[in-house]
């Protein structure tokens, strides 16, 4: 297994514009998660999947952020329009099945976004 | 709320010397803790957890709930034990992992 796959791997784009990022998690997990990474916020969580539906979005910071999972190999999160406090690391991660203290999240790679 | 705090944003020792990465939590229940590694050009991975209580490449940690702290300590340093290292705890039930900020270490021969 490739792990969870992301796309892009880098993404440099103006203000204005419409990004997407792309997430396929391990095969056979039920959970997905999308975090941020910025030098003055850390590691966030955004919003988390089970079975496909959103759970907690209560870390999407606005409405420009949205995710989807319309089925259980593929989400995507889109900012809408990008601004450049928006320029941070993008990971996407998936377990089995979280809430279980012996689950594990399995983090992608990340997405480096640019918003110039 | 939730919170993690790792006081130390960069420690650097020598190699065979003790290593003690400090991370304490605020959380009003029961947590679960754990503690994630990311080697240079490697993807953010689980190094340990405290309801396992075991010792992964030498690390150990032991939650004090008296002190809310979650240490991570490993006896005798090695060089490829340089990575960035993250705190983090998940409680009731939810599946949120909150992060500390994370501590760079490294290791100098």
């Known amino acids: 297994d490739a792990g969870v796959i992301q796309s892009p791997r880098h993404e440099v784009t103006e203000m204005g514009q419409e990004v997407t990022l792309r997430c396929k998690p391990i095969?056979?997990?039920?959970?997905l998660f999308w975090y941020r990474q910025t030098m003055m916020r850390g590691l966030e969580l955004l919003i988390y999947?089970?079975?496909?539906?959103?759970?907690?979005d209560s870390g999407m910071p606005e409405d420009r952020f949205s995710a989807k999972m319309p089925n259980a190999s593929f989400s995507t999160l889109k900012i809408q329009p990008s601004e450049p406090r928006d320029s941070a690391v993008y990971f996407c991660?998936?377990?089995?099945?979280?809430?279980?203290?012996?689950?594990?999240?399995?983090f992608g790679p990340g997405t480096r976004l640019t918003v110039l | 709320a939730q919170r993690v705090t790792q006081p130390e944003k960069l420690l650097s020792v020598f190699k065979g010397a003790p290593v003690e990465l400090k991370c304490n939590y605020s959380y009003s229940g029961s947590p679960e803790l754990f503690w994630y590694v990311q080697y240079s050009r490697q993807r953010l991975q689980l190094l340990l957890r405290h309801i396992s209580r075991e010792s992964i490449k030498g690390f150990t940690a032991d939650l004090n709930k008296g002190e809310t702290s979650f240490h991570l300590k490993k006896p005798f340093a090695q060089e490829e034990d340089s990575a960035m290292y993250y705190c983090a705890l998940t409680g009731g039930g939810a599946q949120k992992l909150v992060f500390g900020q994370g501590t760079r270490l490294t290791i100098n021969p």
């Open positions: 095969s056979g997990h039920n959970s």
């Open positions: 991660a998936s377990s089995l099945w979280g809430g279980r203290a012996e689950d594990t999240q399995y």
């Open positions: 999947f089970n079975n496909n539906v959103p759970i907690d």
